[in-house]
Each structure stands twice: as structure tokens, then as C-alpha cells.
């Protein structure tokens, strides 16, 4: 750990510093209690439009505020908010435990996330099962009793059954196979903290190992990540005060990353100053070119959580993002509820939209470019489109980012220019209160679903059928994109 870095980076924290092209912008969205989302229950179809509205308001908030990645919690407490042939329906739905809401809410939330251009990481909760006499943890102890243990009063899988890998492998297996996600997301991938006995690591890199191979044979483009605790180990420097991944909790993430079992990790940063900077460049430094995307304590904004201050978080993205890290909010009722205005901060600090970095690790070979982009220019507006494009991958399907610029060639190496990002169709219309004239140029890209991007076709050269000079002009960067509902 370099002292002079650090010092640098504590000093230089308020500077805005330019945004960059790729970046992991992420909430955790809890189903659990329904704390973020579904604040109603679902009995009849009033109900399950209810949830739905809720939901694509809170999504279309996230993505005015930067958001490119939501973290659903698929898995709750041995309950799923899915129809699953292995594990119940949770509660939060339905308002009782097991029995459906008339919908499938993982589908309803992959379809708006992509929709408007998101990725949707399905978040298993993986050894917590719940109150003992919770209704989840009931039918998991009563079907594989040798599986659960108690804990004071909270049930958990047993990390050192072999059965638990099989049975959590099979949770991951059947959300991959059936939903068109881009993560798995595994929470609480570790030994209670308040297990008694000895600990292996081996028992929890097991488990890890055999969901990664499941996953990947079956969609090797789904991203695999994490949520380990905030600091791996103790520094050389700082101590870790007993509170670590590796140690602590036998959850030794950084070799998931060097093993290539992890594409992703969201540490969870929920920390300030000294208990902050220097664990965030530790995961950094030890990505084994993978990305790390710091999961940020927003929720310690709220005078009942804890004491934090807008400037503390201010200053963390600010860091973060200097030494080439991501970041996740803890989480989107706290972000949405605007605590102390950090919605109103992000909402600026990512005023630009980001992509997701790909995982050339996996998989490098770049679609072809789109061979042809057609621009009519209507009374309504500019309309758009293209093909040509060919995926070089084992991708279902292409994406598109297109860009607009009053320079031509289209810059596309300046996120400023994107208008739209993981778009899936091949078409676009972009309104006159978007453009203000007919004098923006375009370029379109395709993007693999590894996040791989062709190079650019650009808008052919045409004499424009209106003068631009002729109206006012407003960069697009400064006003409401219209296709982000």
C-alpha cells in the first residue's frame, strides 16, 4: 500500500473527475418484508398491477439516477419470488408464504430492466434459510434435515455437507436455465459469524466452484459475483478490527477471482475513512483483471442507521471511481427516498451513461459493426435504424448503444454521446424535444452479450432537408432522454 497514494486520494476525493465509458453502476433491490419493493401485496389483478406500476417507477427512477445493474433479491430465505420447483413462493408477493401472486415477478423485472437498457442480476441468498419456524426454513429442514442446522434461533444451510453444494448449485441452475439474466449475484456466501468450531475454506470455495461451472455451462455470458465483506483481510497498514472476509467468515474471495469462479465482486463497504480507502485499493489491486464494484453504505445516510453524511459517500464514488472501481448502492429505498439528497448527488455524478466493462477474460472477440444506419428526418423526429450486425459470440442475441454528437464522425469513445445503451431493437425514434433540430449526427455500435462492442457505423453523409441554424440548439446530454421512461 502506497502512503502518497492515499493521501492523494483523501485530498483529491472532491474533484469531479471525468466519467468514464465503463462502469458498474448497481442498487440492491430487497424483496425480504418487502422493504424496497413490493410495498402491497398481490391478491387479485388490481394487486399484481399494483406491484408492477411500483416497480417500473422505482426502475425508471434507478435508471434517471445512473443505475445500470439492479440486484434483485430472486432468492429470499429458502423462498423465491419465482414459480421454483425446488423452493416455495416467499411471502412478500403474496403477503403468505407459498402460495403465488398470480405472476412470475422475476420475468415481470427482467423484461423492464432490459427494457430500458439495465442488467438484472438475480441475488441468492445462499445460507441463511430464516427464523427456525419460518415457513422456508420449515420445508427445507423438513425435506433435507441433514442439511440445516440451528443457530440461536435462525436456521442455515450447512456449509460443510456436500448435499448443500448440490442443492444450492440446482437453485442457480434453474434460475440460469430458465431466465434470460445477466448475473448470479451470491450473498452470504460464508460461515454464519456465528458459527462455533473450526472453519475451512475449502468448504465455501466448494460450493462457489460447483455453482460457477453449473452456470457457465449452461450461459457462459452470465456474469458470476459476489458480496463478500467489505475488507478481505487485515493491511500491512490498517486492521481489519477481527471483522474480514478471509479470516472471520472463511470466505476467501480475492482466490475466486484469481481461480476465474468470479467475474464480479461487490464488497460490502458499508465503512468510513481509514476503515474505507485503503481496503477499497486492496480489492483493486487484487482484481486479477476482473471488476470490483464497491458496495456503498447509503442506507448509514438515515438518522435511525447510522451517522454518515452526504460528504462521506460524496467523497467515496469520487475515489472509487478514480482508481477504476464501481460502485453499488445499500440499498434503493435509501437511494430513492433521496436521505439527505444523495439521490439528487448521483443523479449528477452519473449524469452519463455507462457500460457495462466487458469480460474479455471470457470471451474478446467483438461483434461485427452494423453495415447500414438509416436517418430519416421527420416533423416527429429523427428515426433510426440499422442491421448488419453479426454476433461472433455464443450469445443469443445483440445489443445496440447508439451515440449522437453535432460533430461528425460521432465520437464514440465519449460517454457523453450515448443516447442508449444494451438497446435491443434495431430501430429507434429520437423526438424533436430531444434533438431541437435536425442537427445531431448518429453512430450505432452492437454490444455481445459480454459486453464485447463493435466498431461504429456512422450516419451516412446527407445535406440536411432543414437549415440547422435556423432553431436553437440544446446539447441532448442536458435534457430528458425520452426512451429512459
Not at 492523494?8 to 468514464?20: D, H, I, R, V, Y
Not at 432468492?75 to 425446488?86: C, E, K
Not at 452456470?215 to 458480496?227: I, N, R, T
Not at 430531444?434 to 448518429?442: K, M, P, R
Request: charged residues 20%; aromatic residues 12%.
Amino acid at each position: 500500500m502506497k502512503q502518497f497514494l492515499y493521501i492523494f486520494l483523501l485530498f483529491g476525493a472532491l474533484t469531479c473527475f471525468a466519467q468514464p465509458k465503463h462502469e458498474v453502476r448497481a442498487v440492491w433491490l430487497t424483496t425480504i418484508g418487502g422493504i424496497d419493493w413490493p410495498s402491497t401485496y398481490a391478491h387479485d389483478g388490481m394487486g399484481i398491477e399494483a406491484q408492477k406500476r411500483q416497480l417500473c417507477s422505482m426502475l425508471d427512477r434507478l435508471k434517471k439516477a445512473g443505475v445500470n445493474t439492479v440486484m434483485l433479491q430472486t432468492r429470499v430465505r429458502a423462498t423465491t419470488i419465482y414459480p421454483s420447483d425446488l423452493e416455495p413462493w416467499d411471502g412478500c408477493l403474496s403477503g403468505k408464504p407459498g402460495v403465488s401472486p398470480g405472476y412470475d415477478a422475476l420475468q415481470t423485472a427482467i423484461d423492464e430492466c432490459h427494457r430500458r437498457g439495465m442488467e438484472l442480476h438475480a441475488w441468492v441468498v445462499t445460507i441463511p434459510v430464516g427464523k427456525w419456524n419460518t415457513y422456508g426454513c420449515k420445508r427445507i429442514r423438513q425435506r433435507y434435515p441433514s442439511l440445516i442446522m440451528k443457530i440461536g434461533d435462525e436456521g442455515y444451510m450447512n456449509p460443510e455437507a456436500y448435499g448443500t453444494v448440490d442443492y444450492l448449485t440446482n437453485i442457480c441452475q434453474e434460475i440460469t436455465e430458465r431466465y434470460d439474466i445477466d448475473g448470479i449475484h451470491l450473498d452470504y456466501i460464508r460461515y454464519p459469524e456465528t458459527w462455533r468450531g473450526r472453519m475451512s475454506a475449502d468448504n465455501i470455495t466448494r460450493i462457489v466452484r460447483a455453482i460457477s461451472a453449473r452456470v457457465k455451462f449452461f450461459k457462459p455470458w452470465v456474469k458470476m459475483s459476489c458480496s463478500p465483506i467489505g475488507k478481505y483481510d487485515d493491511l500491512s497498514r490498517y486492521r481489519s478490527n477481527g471483522w474480514n472476509a478471509r479470516r472471520r467468515v472463511a470466505q476467501d474471495a480475492q482466490s475466486w477471482l484469481r481461480e476465474g469462479l468470479m467475474d464480479q465482486l461487490y464488497p460490502m463497504m458499508y465503512f468510513q475513512g481509514n476503515n474505507f480507502y485503503p481496503f477499497a485499493i486492496d480489492w483493486q489491486e487484487n482484481c486479477y483483471g476482473r471488476t470490483i464494484v464497491s458496495g456503498l453504505g447509503i442506507y448509514m445516510l438515515d438518522p435511525k442507521e447510522g451517522r454518515f453524511q452526504l460528504s462521506e459517500i460524496k467523497r467515496q464514488l469520487n475515489v472509487t471511481r478514480q482508481i477504476g472501481i464501481g460502485h453499488c448502492y445499500f440499498r434503493a429505498k435509501f437511494l430513492l427516498d433521496n436521505i439527505k439528497g444523495v439521490l439528487d448527488y448521483v443523479t449528477w455524478f452519473d449524469r452519463h451513461p455507462a457500460l457495462i466493462p466487458p469480460m474479455t477474460w471470457a470471451q474478446s472477440i467483438a461483434p461485427t459493426a452494423p453495415t447500414t444506419l438509416k436517418v430519416r428526418h421527420t416533423k416527429q423526429g429523427d428515426q433510426l435504424s440499422w442491421s448488419g450486425a453479426k454476433d461472433r459470440s455464443d450469445g443469443p442475441y445483440l445489443l445496440y448503444n447508439i451515440y449522437a454528437s453535432r460533430e461528425k464522425p460521432v465520437d464514440t469513445s465519449n460517454p457523453a454521446n450515448l443516447i442508449a445503451t444494451h438497446y435491443l431493437w434495431q430501430s429507434l425514434q429520437v423526438p424533436h424535444t430531444a434533438t431541437a433540430s435536425h442537427s445531431f449526427h448518429y453512430a450505432v455500435t452492437a454490444l455481445d452479450r459480454y459486453g464485447n462492442e463493435s466498431e461504429a457505423v456512422q450516419e451516412p453523409t446527407v445535406k440536411p432537408s432543414v437549415n440547422p441554424e435556423r432553431q436553437p440548439l440544446t446539447p441532448i446530454t442536458q435534457r430528458r432522454n425520452p426512451w429512459r421512461k
